[in-house]
C-alpha cells in the first residue's frame, strides 16, 4: 500500500476509534452493575452511603464530586459510597458519567424496583447504612451546606 492512502486512511481511523472509545471511557471509569448484583448483604461490615440518583436530576449533578471526595476520603474496608441509578435506559446514564465521572460502584435499575423497596420521597434520596446494613438516616435531596453533618454521622459510625 502507498504513503497516499495511509495519510488519507489514518485519519479517519483515529476519528472511528475516538467515536468508539468515547462510551467505553465512561463506562471503565465509573464501576458499573447490572441491579441483579445489588445486595446490601455484600456490604455488611462497612458503613455505606447509598444514594439514589437519576441522570435529569440536577441535585444529583451537584453531589457525584463530593460522593466522589467522600469516597476516597475514608478507607475502603470500612466505607463505600454505593449509587442506584434510576434512568429508564443506560444511555442518559453514560451520558451523565461522560460529564461528571463516578469513582464509586453504580447499580443501574431500569425497573426501579429497588427504589420501589426503600419507598423514596424524591430525588436524589440517600441512606446512611450502618455496618450490621440498618439504614440509620435518609436525606432527601442534596444541599452542600450539609455535607459536614453527613460527614459527621458516618464518622460517628466508623
Known amino acids: 500500500m502507498n504513503k497516499a492512502f495511509f495519510a488519507l486512511a489514518l485519519p479517519a481511523l483515529l476519528l472511528l476509534l475516538a467515536a ?6 465512561a463506562e471503565a471509569a465509573a464501576d458499573i452493575r447490572d441491579i441483579e448484583q445489588f445486595d446490601l448483604e455484600q ?3 462497612k458503613v455505606v452511603y447509598l ?6 436530576c440536577k441535585p444529583c449533578q451537584k453531589s457525584f464530586p463530593w460522593m466522589n471526595a467522600l469516597h476516597e476520603k ?4 470500612r466505607f463505600e459510597v454505593v449509587t442506584i441509578n434510576l434512568d ?3 444511555e442518559p446514564m453514560m451520558r451523565f458519567l461522560e460529564h461528571i465521572p463516578a469513582s464509586f ?11 420501589e423497596a426503600f419507598k423514596l420521597p424524591g430525588m436524589p434520596t440517600s441512606y446512611i447504612i450502618d455496618k450490621n446494613g440498618k439504614p440509620v438516616s435518609r436525606h432527601i435531596g442534596f444541599y452542600s451546606d450539609k455535607t459536614r453533618d453527613i460527614e459527621a454521622e458516618i464518622e460517628k459510625l466508623l
Not at 468508539?20 to 471511557?25: F, G
Not at 475514608?74 to 474496608?77: A, I, R
Not at 460502584?105 to 427504589?115: C, L, P, Q, R, V
Open 20 to 25: 468508539v472509545s468515547l462510551p467505553a471511557r
Open 43 to 45: 456490604y455488611r461490615g
Open 51 to 56: 444514594d439514589f440518583w437519576a441522570s435529569w
Open 74 to 77: 475514608y478507607p475502603k474496608d
Open 88 to 90: 429508564a435506559s443506560r
Open 105 to 115: 460502584a453504580i447499580y443501574h435499575d431500569a425497573s426501579g424496583k429497588i427504589a
